[in-house]
């Protein structure tokens, strides 16, 4: 199977001290569902696995806000159930993909690699050189 590049938009910046987010109370917010993630620690990267079954391999975003990571991820039109009658749609469980992970200011952002492999988006991001010398 053959692995496919994720777009990905990269925000690096500081975090600021006490930014609340500001929102319309009028404006819809979409509705996602979580996908299935986990990690694994590795002494020069932290790589991250995310199942998205479904997901259009053009419709994945990755968006860097140091320290968040946020992936988005549109389904396959032909994936998606009727509004009506679906039991799926009722539990919340035909919607696009979002995930939203708080991963630390120690991570070279702007060195982030993305691959699909089928429904598996794997995200390497390598570790600064400084928390690496600190691991040794």
Avoid at 3 to 16: C, E, G, M, S, Y
Avoid at 19 to 31: F, G, H, K, V, W
Avoid at 64 to 93: C, K, M, N, Y
Avoid at 102 to 108: E, I, V
């Amino acid at each position: 199977m053959e692995a496919r590049a994720v777009r990905r938009r990269l925000l690096i910046r500081a975090p600021a001290a006490s930014a609340a987010p500001r929102r319309d109370a009028e404006e819809e917010q979409p509705i996602f569902c979580r996908p299935r993630y986990h990690f694994h620690e590795q002494p020069d990267a932290l790589k991250l696995v995310v199942h998205i079954p479904g997901a259009d391999p053009t419709g994945i975003d990755l968006e860097v806000d140091a320290p968040d990571l946020t992936i988005t991820a549109a389904r396959h039109q032909s994936t998606r159930l009727p509004q009506e009658s679906s039991p799926l749609a009722e539990a919340g469980q035909e919607h696009d993909y979002q995930l939203r992970l708080r991963l630390g200011l120690h991570l070279a952002y702007q060195s982030l690699q993305a691959e699909l492999h089928g429904s598996t988006l794997t995200v390497t991001i390598p570790k600064t050189a400084t928390t690496v010398a600190l691991a040794q």
